[in-house]
């Protein structure tokens, strides 16, 4: 049963526009969030975090937002780069011992110019 | 910059045989990772480890096997390949401790079981 949902496999946006990006998560107690971009052939890069006691983080133009309640979070990039283009995954982690971060499956965004 | 380097980029090999694939990295990590990624199952974790000499199992540990017997080393092993295991195979590491620990992933090994 998957803990971390990325209900949308692609995104497609103009340049200069928002581009959000969105994560639904199943397990309450996960203590962080975090988003990671990939290119192909190449890893995952660590883009931002946020903690289960904060509801929003920003760096530049990478926003994220979290919605406890709702057990939802998004990734809101303002504004939208051809650059950004690539498969971007939601991670959750919960804070113990002998635990590894959980991914959703990943949304492929394409911004065109 | 954390550098976490995977012995090979792509690699063929056959059914049955015994495929090693080798993890290091340079920050001192305790933890590290394996995962493979296919188009549209997204990044699943198949072992880490969170010292040397422990392993863990991940979602999908059947038909591998890891080692660890030194920090900065982490090795996959096929013990003997099928063509379901063609992949792209991850490799990760990050600290261990309290807090948000992001994981430094390398590039990834693509490989073709034929």
């Known amino acids: 049963d998957q803990q971390v949902k990325q209900n949308s496999p692609s995104l497609s946006v103009q340049e200069g526009r928002i581009s959000i990006l969105n994560c639904d998560y199943t397990n309450s107690m996960f203590d962080y969030f975090l988003w990671y971009k990939k290119y192909p052939a190449e890893g995952p890069t660590f883009l931002i975090s946020?903690?289960?006691?904060?509801d929003k983080n920003e760096d530049g133009r990478f926003t994220v937002f979290l919605n406890k309640s709702a057990k939802h979070l998004s990734l809101h990039i303002v504004p939208s780069q051809p650059g950004d283009s690539a498969v971007y995954f939601c991670?959750?982690?919960?804070?113990?011992?002998?635990?590894?971060?959980?991914f959703g499956k990943g949304t492929t965004l394409s911004v065109s110019s | 910059d954390v550098k976490v380097t995977q012995s090979s980029r792509y690699l063929v090999k056959r059914t049955g045989e015994k495929v090693f694939l080798e993890c290091v990295q340079d920050m001192d990590h305790e933890n590290m990772f394996w995962y493979r990624q296919d188009p549209g199952l997204g990044l699943r974790l198949i072992y880490f480890?969170?010292?040397?000499?422990?392993?863990e199992k991940g979602d999908i540990p059947e038909g591998y096997s890891v080692s660890r017997e030194k920090k900065e080393r982490f090795s996959l092993i096929l013990e003997s390949a099928s063509t379901n295991q063609t992949s792209m195979y991850l490799c990760a590491s990050s600290h261990r401790g309290p807090g948000n620990q992001p994981q430094h992933f390398g590039d990834g090994t693509r490989l073709s079981i034929l």
């Open positions: 946020i903690s289960s006691i904060k």
């Open positions: 480890s969170y010292d040397v000499k422990m392993k």
């Open positions: 991670a959750a982690f919960l804070n113990q011992a002998g635990t590894a971060l959980i």
